[in-house]
């Protein structure tokens, strides 16, 4: 992620893949004030046995699309919900590749977190069974929480 402050919203990819049992690692890298620290993660990242890249930013979210022209993992962009545009901003800066440097791009905030977690899950499941079992069950739960009528929550 860009910024301590994007925590809070890619805590939640975190969340989904400690669920998973995926092992991970979490980083802040900044495209504007750790550039060759963004050079030196894209870079190795793949030596490094990393399969998949989730790269959360918010405004001038130039993470994802850097760190994208620098490897060929796949790379998740995550557009954190920024002050200013209430992320638009953010979505736009990373949807907006050129061709030929994809950035799998997901929602704006918390969902677009939960989603890369799970998407990511759903790229590495392609090579491992248990991984597979897992996601199958996480959705499966995920219905299975869906209640059929609603309630009165506490205001
Ligand atoms: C981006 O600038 C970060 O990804 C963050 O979303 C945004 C604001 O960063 P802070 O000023 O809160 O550190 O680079």
Redesign the pocket.
Same mark, same amino acid.
């Given at each position: 992620?860009? $910024?301590?402050?994007?925590w809070a919203t890619m805590k939640h990819a975190a969340i989904v893949l400690t669920d998973l049992g995926v092992p991970f690692e979490t980083r802040i890298v $900044?495209?504007?004030r750790t550039p060759q620290r963004l050079y030196s993660y894209a870079t190795s990242a793949k030596q490094r046995g990393i399969k998949v890249i989730i790269a959360g930013?918010?405004?001038a979210?130039h993470?994802p699309g850097m760190a994208a022209a620098m490897t060929t993992l796949p790379v998740l962009g995550v557009p954190?919900e920024?002050h200013a545009l209430k992320g638009q901003d953010s979505l736009l800066s990373i949807v907006q590749m050129p061709g030929g440097v994809p950035v799998g791009t997901l929602a704006i905030g918390k969902a677009g977190a939960i989603n890369a977690g799970l998407l990511a899950a759903s790229i590495l499941a392609l090579s491992d069974a248990r991984l597979d079992a897992a996601l199958t069950a996480w959705r499966a739960k995920a219905t299975d929480d869906v209640a059929l009528v609603p309630v009165d929550e506490p205001v």
């Amino acid at each position: 992620m860009g $910024s301590q402050s994007d925590w809070a919203t890619m805590k939640h990819a975190a969340i989904v893949l400690t669920d998973l049992g995926v092992p991970f690692e979490t980083r802040i890298v $900044s495209a504007h004030r750790t550039p060759q620290r963004l050079y030196s993660y894209a870079t190795s990242a793949k030596q490094r046995g990393i399969k998949v890249i989730i790269a959360g930013a918010g405004g001038a979210a130039h993470l994802p699309g850097m760190a994208a022209a620098m490897t060929t993992l796949p790379v998740l962009g995550v557009p954190v919900e920024s002050h200013a545009l209430k992320g638009q901003d953010s979505l736009l800066s990373i949807v907006q590749m050129p061709g030929g440097v994809p950035v799998g791009t997901l929602a704006i905030g918390k969902a677009g977190a939960i989603n890369a977690g799970l998407l990511a899950a759903s790229i590495l499941a392609l090579s491992d069974a248990r991984l597979d079992a897992a996601l199958t069950a996480w959705r499966a739960k995920a219905t299975d929480d869906v209640a059929l009528v609603p309630v009165d929550e506490p205001v």
